[in-house]
């Protein structure tokens, strides 16, 4: 049986063998500091202000979709569009409790379920990279623009990762084994192109750093463990290889010794 993976159960949330964890898995990023600062500089790369309407596309658990309703107030809208019903039941309890303008709404970012131009501005993050047809999800982003909108997508590059100490490249094995369980684990690096390609003015690329020295963190935020189980299995790594090195790691880790870097690109464009 194929092993599962957060690459694997969030393209189908709603079918995973725990829907909870991985909502839970995403209250845990979405609560660090780092992570969390990222989310707020996208807010500003969109220049959300109030009576803005926007839409977070593949919004999750609501987090994100909240915030940005606090931002552009009760004369503005936030509808946050997401295909697992588990977690779009999630962030209406949480917004609930808000009495913020914003809705949640099941649908499929390969076809929004709105009129051309509705929206002042659109955000997607780390969902690109997850879900099949990109071209078809950004024609749509862009469909729903109205002109002069602006639209904000956030992604990883999987390839950017590394670790130190990295045990004769199996770190560097390792994360390259993890980008190609995405469908397109090398989204971020692509995005200007993709916002050139249609059309999109003004577009600015947006480097985001993540940088870890907790080799906990970093195993609940990469979910190290699946990814290191999976990769065993499909026969990427061998037991002795895996267990050599997170004993490095974890050396390092107890000296104060241990870093984890990635890069994120928030890329920031413009409807004409």
Not at 169 to 187: A, L
């Given at each position: 049986m194929?092993?599962?993976?957060?690459?694997?159960?969030?393209?189908?949330?709603?079918a995973?063998?725990?829907?909870?964890?991985?909502a839970?898995?995403?209250?845990?990023?979405?609560?660090?500091?780092?992570?969390?600062?990222?989310k707020?500089?996208?807010?500003?790369?969109?220049?959300?202000?109030?009576?803005?309407?926007?839409?977070?596309?593949g919004?999750?658990?609501?987090?994100?979709?909240?915030?940005?309703?606090?931002?552009?107030?009760?004369?503005?809208?936030?509808?946050?569009?997401d295909?697992s019903?588990?977690?779009?039941?999630?962030?209406?309890?949480?917004?609930?409790?808000?009495?913020?303008?914003?809705?949640?709404?099941?649908?499929?970012?390969?076809?929004?379920?709105?009129?051309?131009?509705?929206?002042?501005?659109?955000?997607?993050?780390r969902?690109?990279?997850?879900?099949?047809?990109?071209?078809?999800?950004?024609?749509?982003?862009?469909?729903?623009?109205?002109?002069?909108?602006?639209?904000?997508?956030?992604?990883?590059?999987?390839?950017?990762?590394?670790?130190?100490?990295?045990?004769?490249?199996?770190?560097?094995?390792?994360?390259?084994?993890?980008?190609?369980?995405?469908?397109?684990?090398?989204?971020?690096?692509?995005?200007?192109?993709?916002?050139?390609?249609?059309?999109?003015?003004?577009?600015?690329?947006?480097?985001?750093?993540?940088?870890?020295?907790?080799?906990?963190?970093?195993?609940?935020?990469?979910?190290?463990?699946?990814?290191?189980?999976?990769?065993?299995?499909?026969?990427?790594?061998?037991?002795?290889?895996?267990?050599?090195?997170?004993?490095?790691?974890?050396?390092a880790d107890?000296?104060?010794?241990?870093?984890?870097?990635?890069?994120?690109?928030?890329?920031?464009?413009r409807?004409?």
């Amino acid at each position: 049986m194929a092993e599962r993976t957060i690459a694997s159960e969030f393209r189908n949330v709603d079918a995973a063998q725990d829907a909870d964890a991985l909502a839970r898995y995403l209250e845990y990023v979405d609560a660090l500091p780092p992570i969390r600062q990222l989310k707020v500089n996208t807010y500003r790369y969109l220049g959300l202000r109030p009576g803005d309407t926007v839409l977070d596309a593949g919004c999750g658990a609501g987090f994100d979709a909240i915030r940005m309703a606090e931002i552009v107030g009760k004369n503005g809208r936030v509808t946050g569009i997401d295909i697992s019903e588990h977690l779009l039941a999630l962030a209406t309890k949480r917004a609930a409790a808000t009495g913020l303008a914003v809705t949640f709404r099941s649908g499929d970012v390969r076809a929004l379920p709105f009129p051309d131009a509705s929206f002042d501005a659109v955000r997607i993050e780390r969902t690109l990279q997850i879900v099949d047809k990109t071209d078809r999800i950004l024609d749509e982003m862009v469909r729903v623009l109205r002109p002069g909108g602006r639209l904000v997508a956030v992604e990883p590059d999987w390839a950017t990762d590394v670790i130190d100490p990295d045990s004769h490249d199996t770190g560097r094995t390792f994360f390259r084994f993890c980008g190609e369980q995405f469908v397109d684990g090398s989204t971020g690096r692509k995005l200007y192109r993709y916002f050139r390609e249609r059309g999109l003015e003004d577009v600015v690329i947006h480097p985001e750093p993540l940088v870890l020295h907790d080799l906990d963190l970093v195993r609940k935020m990469i979910n190290m463990d699946q990814f290191l189980a999976a990769s065993q299995g499909k026969g990427v790594l061998s037991l002795d290889e895996a267990n050599a090195w997170l004993s490095e790691l974890r050396d390092a880790d107890r000296n104060g010794r241990l870093t984890f870097a990635g890069l994120l690109f928030a890329v920031y464009g413009r409807k004409t």
